[in-house]
Every structure is written in C-alpha cells, then in structure tokens.
C-alpha cells in the first residue's frame, strides 16, 4: 500500500487529459472548439484549453487514490473475473468506516450492496407504496429524483427550498402542504446536490418527526456525506439521529464521489428494518446485478487506505470552493449561497437573465467556453417544475485549479464584455 494514512503529497493540480477516454463529461463537448463569441473575448495568457471547458456531470478530473489504484491492479493482475460475492472484510470496512467517520454503528446484516445510488433510489420507488402512491422530494434536485418515482408509476410530490439568511433552507410548511395520504415515500438528499447544505441535527429531527406523523419511509441519499468542506461540520446520517428514524430509513452511500470512482459502480444501502429490507430486496430481484469485483475491491481500498489521499482532496476542493464563492460574488448579475458540501456550486443567473434578456443561461456560458448543468434539470427556473422566474447553472469545481481557474475567467468574460 501507498498510502497507509501518513502525510503523503497528492498532485491534484495535475491537470488529466480526459478528452478520449469515454468520459460523459469530456465527451459531450469533444472535438468541438469553443463557438465563436459574438463580441471579442480574450480567454487570458493561463488559458491553456482550446475547447469548453466541461464542468457539469458530477465526477471530478482526478486520479483515484493511489491505494485504490493498486488494489485495481492486483485484481487486474489475478485476471480471472468471474462472478463475485462481497467478501467479510469489506462488509467490516463499511462498518469501521461508517463507525469512524460519522459515529454510526450499523449491522453487517443491515447492508444491501447496489451497483449504484440511482438504481437504489429506483428500487425504493418500486419498495414503497403502490402504483399511484407519491413520494416526496424538496427542489431543486438532482434529476433522477423527479424521474425514478415515474419510471415506477408513482406520482412526485415536491416543495421548494428556500433561501432564508442567505442560506438554503426548508419550508416545512410548504413540505407538509405538499403531502397527503397518498405520500409514502420521502426521498432526502442529505448532503443536498444542487443547493450544497449539510442538513442539521435540528432539520433531520423535523423530518423525522414529519416521516413519524405521516407514516413515510424516508430514503436519504448520501452520496456526497464524504464531501463536507466545511472543517466545523460533521455529516449526520438521518438514520443515526434515532432508532425510530432508523426503522423507517434506508440510506444509500457509496465511495463513488469522495475517491472518484463512479465509473465502478460500488454502491450499498443500510436497511436497518428487515421487513424493510426485504421488500426493498424482493424489489431488486431479477434486474439489479451483483457489483463487479473491481467495484467492490475499489470500495475496501478506499474505505481501509484512502484516508490521507480524502484529507488532502477535503483540503484542495475547500480551497476550490473559496475561489467559486469568490471570484462569483464579483461577477455582475451572477450570486451564490455558501458550499458546506459537495463540489457543486448552484448559481443564481436570475439577474444576469434579466440584464442581458437572456432565456438560457447554461447555453449563455456554454458559448463563452464553460459547460455547465442547466438548473431547469433540477426542477428549478422558468422552464422547470418551479416557475417563479429564478434561472440557475450548476458548476462542478472538481477539477484542478488551472482548469477552474480559466473556467472562472472565461465567465467573468463572458459577463463583461
Ligand atoms: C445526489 C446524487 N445521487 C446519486 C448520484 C449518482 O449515483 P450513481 O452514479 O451511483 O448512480 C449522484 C451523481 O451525481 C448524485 O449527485
């Protein structure tokens, strides 16, 4: 092992060719110049990168953990790839981990390993609830929120977030206006991509208070529980915060965006209810595959070995974050909320719509060089779900710093010219 927790330098500055290497997030843009701007638009002396620069899908531009990179390697040089069963010392690497970095103590029996969190958010739609029943969720949203309850003839319920003190926040009056005894299934998304809040002790107490007087299961999405970037914070699993929240949750994790391994399809869900289980099992019987060996290999790497590699990504992405907030709070008619996790930044280009008459602003930076996410996918802007006028971008600052860096020009540009 390279790694074995010591102070070891990573290089996330390194900046990884991506174009060619089947990446949805390079692909979209390959071979294609960025268009020609309409005024002229000078990309800066640093600006190293001809084509638009992609900062949308929510991977990042890193290299894996060395550890993980190794424990590939020794599978691959094995070179037998049948099929796989997770073994016991990766079931004991959740565990210990799950028990270490956020103080929650699970059973080996409780885990149902998933090749990924959509098919688990997917297998919970089908789980609860029957045909017509609805489920919950709060926007803006990370798409397959919105999708997964349909593809399984459920109906979407939702209510907006709020911006309050600056800060993303619940309404709880407007979620609990939103339900009705049809509701059955509360789809969390805990840390939340887009908005970047790390939901307190306080709200998940609410919602689990609600999910109790209403009789919901509560599935919490915590794909991004490894990204809090905010060095005061600690994530709190909404099933940690009491047994009976426990009994109605499944929570779905996976080491897939904190080690940046989602091409690996490794992920589980804890199920702390069996009956629960169960029915969310029988659910998957017959269309969700097993992980594949290497998925699985690259998930006890991560949680055994990629301790230091973790701190020093936490440290980088912090740093990326200040740089966002920043260098987007000078830019007119563009605003932002503070990041507490993920590397997601969501972007209020309300004004600059307004300034500039512009309908689509993810079309407005995409010409200007920069790809990012169209917040109307979230379930959010004028041609979203929520139509109070507001239009946002996502941008994604998993990326090394010069590559960030040229993005962030490119919009200062495209803002000022
Ligand atoms: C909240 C959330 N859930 C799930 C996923 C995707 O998970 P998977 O690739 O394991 O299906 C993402 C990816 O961006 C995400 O942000």
């Known amino acids: 092992m390279r790694e074995k927790g010591k102070s070891v330098g990573f290089d996330f500055d390194k900046v990884i060719v991506r174009t060619g290497s089947d990446s949805i997030k390079w692909g979209k843009y390959a071979g294609r110049d960025v268009p020609r701007w309409p005024k002229a638009i000078s990309f800066g002396a640093g600006d190293f990168?001809?084509?638009?620069?992609?900062?949308?899908?929510a991977d990042m531009d890193f290299a894996a953990p060395p550890a993980v990179l190794d424990a590939l390697q020794r599978r691959i040089e094995h070179g037998v790839f049948g099929y796989c069963a997770p073994w016991p010392s990766l079931n004991d690497a959740v565990l210990a981990h799950l028990s270490s970095e956020y103080g929650w103590r699970i059973e080996a029996?409780?885990?149902?390993?998933?090749?990924?969190?959509v098919t688990g958010i997917n297998v919970a739609c089908r789980a609860v609830g029957g045909p017509d029943s609805e489920v919950f969720t709060a926007t803006p949203i990370y798409p397959p929120f919105l999708s997964s309850p349909r593809f399984s003839q459920r109906r979407v319920v939702s209510a907006p977030l709020v911006r309050r003190d600056g800060a993303w926040a619940w309404d709880f009056d407007a979620l609990e206006a939103a339900l009705s005894p049809a509701t059955r299934l509360f789809l969390l998304c805990h840390p939340h991509?887009?908005?970047?809040?790390?939901?307190?002790?306080?709200?998940?107490?609410?919602?689990?208070?609600?999910?109790?007087?209403?009789?919901?299961?509560?599935?919490?999405?915590?794909?991004?529980?490894?990204?809090?970037?905010?060095?005061?914070?600690?994530?709190?699993?909404?099933?940690?915060?009491?047994p009976e929240a426990a009994q109605r949750s499944i929570t779905l994790m996976a080491p897939s965006k904190t080690f940046n391994i989602p091409g690996l399809g490794s992920a589980?869900?804890?199920?702390?209810?069996?009956?629960?289980?169960?029915?969310?099992?029988?659910?998957?019987?017959?269309?969700?595959?097993?992980?594949?060996?290497?998925?699985?290999a690259a998930t006890e790497a991560a949680f055994r070995h990629a301790g230091a590699w973790h701190v020093a990504l936490l440290e980088y992405l912090r740093a990326n974050r200040d740089r966002v907030e920043e260098r987007i709070a000078a830019l007119p008619g563009l605003a932002m909320?503070?990041?507490?996790?993920?590397?997601?930044?969501?972007?209020?280009?309300?004004?600059?719509?307004?300034?500039?008459?512009?309908?689509?602003?993810?079309?407005?930076?995409?010409?200007?060089?920069?790809?990012?996410?169209?917040?109307?996918?979230f379930g959010w802007g004028p041609r979203g779900q929520r139509n109070d006028g507001s239009s946002?971008?996502?941008?994604?600052?998993?990326?090394?710093?010069?590559?960030?860096?040229?993005?962030?020009?490119r919009m200062q540009a495209a803002v000022t010219t």
């Open 392 to 409: 946002f971008v996502r941008l994604n600052f998993g990326c090394p710093r010069a590559l960030l860096d040229s993005a962030l020009d």
């Open 337 to 377: 909320t503070h990041v507490e996790a993920t590397y997601l930044a969501w972007i209020d280009a309300t004004e600059l719509c307004r300034m500039r008459s512009l309908e689509h602003p993810q079309h407005f930076f995409e010409q200007a060089g920069v790809g990012l996410s169209d917040g109307a996918d």
């Open 109 to 117: 029996d409780w885990l149902v390993w998933l090749p990924g969190l």
């Open 193 to 242: 991509n887009p908005v970047g809040r790390l939901w307190r002790e306080d709200e998940l107490q609410r919602i689990a208070e609600i999910a109790e007087r209403h009789d919901l299961i509560v599935c919490s999405d915590e794909i991004h529980c490894g990204l809090v970037l905010d060095p005061q914070l600690r994530h709190r699993p909404f099933a940690a915060i009491s």
């Open 49 to 57: 990168f001809q084509g638009v620069i992609p900062l949308w899908v």
């Open 268 to 296: 589980f869900a804890v199920i702390p209810d069996a009956a629960l289980r169960r029915v969310f099992r029988a659910a998957m019987q017959g269309i969700v595959p097993d992980v594949t060996v290497l998925g699985l």
